[in-house]
């Protein structure tokens, strides 16, 4: 099993950075899919940016402005987010997912001002 844990949101005025990261724990393969995905209030979860064995991806909202990123020795992930805008505001969950296995962290709150 792997266990993952968000840290590193709070509170930023637009314009802002932060930086969240994603430890996972547990029988953690570099091979595996480590997805950073946000919900906001009354909307469904959408995927944010991805970091594959072949590459990243972005949503369209965030190209430019977030990077995600990947220490296999620290078994982390990050996302470096920039020039954040009061429509990223959301809580942010990080996603490991294999053919075989798929598990969610409990996620960390991201609220921008205006």
């Known amino acids: 099993q792997v266990q993952l844990v968000e840290s590193g949101g709070g509170l930023v005025q637009a314009g802002g950075s932060l930086r969240l990261s994603c430890a996972a724990s547990g029988s953690v393969s570099d091979f595996a899919d480590m997805d950073w995905y946000r919900q906001a209030p009354g909307k469904q979860r959408e995927l944010v940016a991805a970091i594959t064995y072949g590459g990243t991806k972005y949503a369209d909202s965030v190209k430019g402005r977030f990077t995600i990123s990947r220490d296999s020795l620290k078994k982390t992930v990050y996302l470096q987010m920039n020039s954040l805008k009061p429509e990223d505001t959301a809580v942010y969950y990080c996603?490991?997912?294999?053919?075989?296995?798929?598990?969610w962290g409990r996620g960390t709150q991201v609220t921008v001002s205006s």
């Open positions: 996603n490991y997912k294999t053919p075989f296995y798929n598990t």
